[in-house]
């Protein structure tokens, strides 16, 4: 399913960023792009919206005082130069608030925080996170992750067969997944318990891969199985 989007900001260049990302995620699809609060409340009462990318500081109408218009809002993205706005943003429940300048790697983040809330609400089966690899973007479904590994400043990630590497910590991944079933086993290792064989010692197979259970972690993995 696809995730109607608008974004609202007064700077062309930010628009344009915001556009190049959105194109480059499948799951997204941008139904309009607005100058200012007036033009997306507009399109707000004539389209289905999901998520907006809302910029804060706008002239006459600010991207607060959009929202808090809003009897139903969408869910909402912010997106500003201001850092102290960000208090704001989140008293207003946003999904997340975005820096300018920001990476894409940033803006897919927040994109998942997004699927994440939205996914809580669908069967666990259908449960997906977009993850960025060489250039290409995967939607991969969570239940079909098998582990994933810290690997310096990336992370691997070993799903269906597959192998991908994303730049990114391992702390900062395991919460984009946030899923029960998925559990650190190692500093350096966390599972899916649906996905492993046995237990061998301090060792456990996961699929054919032998991964080691670290000291800290055994009994919580454990308990999680017993579960």
Not at 110 to 118: G, S
């Amino acid at each position: 399913m696809k995730v109607n989007c608008i974004i609202v900001d007064d700077e062309p260049a930010s628009r344009d960023l915001l556009k190049r990302y959105i194109a480059d995620t499948d799951i997204l699809n941008l139904v309009a792009e607005c100058k200012n609060a007036i033009e997306a409340n507009e399109v707000l009462k004539n389209e289905s919206i999901h998520l907006m990318f809302l910029d804060i500081n706008m002239p006459k109408v600010t991207g607060i005082q959009l929202l808090k218009s809003l009897t139903i809002p969408p869910k909402v993205i912010f997106s500003t130069a201001y850092a102290e706005y960000a208090i704001d943003g989140f008293e207003l429940d946003a999904v997340d608030y975005l820096l300018k300048p920001f990476p894409f790697e940033r803006f897919l983040k927040a994109v998942n925080k997004y699927l994440d809330i939205a996914e809580k609400e669908t069967p666990v089966e259908n449960r997906t996170i977009l993850l960025k690899s060489e250039k290409k973007l995967y939607r991969i479904p969570i239940l079909d992750i098998d582990f994933i590994e810290a690997i310096g400043d990336y992370v691997k990630v070993v799903f269906r067969e597959q192998t991908i590497t994303v730049h990114s910590t391992f702390q900062d991944l395991l919460e984009q997944i946030s899923y029960p079933s998925f559990i650190r086993i190692h500093r350096s290792f966390a599972i899916s318990i649906n996905n492993f064989e046995y237990i061998d010692g301090n060792q456990i197979i996961v699929k054919g891969n032998t991964l080691p259970i670290g000291k800290a972690f055994r009994k919580g993995l454990m308990d999680k199985i017993e579960i």
